[in-house]
């Protein structure tokens, strides 16, 4: 039969090593835990930032559509304000002013196409860097896991033996 101090030294030795072994089962489990938070917040900044560029590139799709047809309308002002000017007879100064102020008109309008535009893409470029940051935020919040304690297990058994030992000499 076994004396006490032995039994103690065991069962002090099997719990050190059990609480090692959920240690490091905690670790794997939360190494994998943080993987696939890491690869969802991956994904998830990938495809925000996909559909900003889609909006950013549609921003520029339509403000180019824009300053086709105001520059297509102005064409067709300016045609038909000369068909007209030479069937009635007029020419001249009256008429270069009036094809001046169509050119002016539509070149302020289209002026007015880019600084919303640039407002636009600027703030989808905010955007971009938003999602960016959200998800190195999300990242660096992720627990780091905790190392287990081998150190505290060898004392814990190293303080059981020496335990034993002195039962041993009394």
């Known amino acids: ?21 959920v240690q490091e089962k905690n670790v794997s489990y939360q190494n994998k835990v943080n993987n696939q938070q890491r690869d969802n917040a991956i994904k998830a900044r990938n495809e925000n930032l996909a559909q ?57 309008y289209d002026d007015s196409v880019k600084p919303n535009l640039t407002d636009k893409v600027v703030g989808f470029d905010l955007q971009r860097d938003n999602v960016q940051t959200g998800a190195v935020n999300s990242v660096s919040q992720l627990r780091t896991p905790q190392a287990p304690d081998y150190l505290g297990a060898a004392l814990k058994i190293g303080g059981a033996y020496s335990n034993y030992e002195q039962a041993k000499k009394k």
């Open 1 to 21: 039969m076994c004396e006490p101090t032995t039994i103690g030294l065991v069962i002090t030795a099997a719990s050190a090593a059990a609480g090692v072994a």
């Open 52 to 108: 900003v560029e889609v909006a950013k590139q549609q921003a520029t799709t339509q403000a180019g559509q824009k300053v086709f047809e105001n520059d297509l309308a102005a064409q067709k002002a300016e045609a038909t304000t000369k068909v007209s000017a030479g069937e009635n007879g007029v020419s001249g100064l009256s008429l270069d002013a009036l094809l001046a102020e169509i050119d002016a008109s539509s070149a302020r």
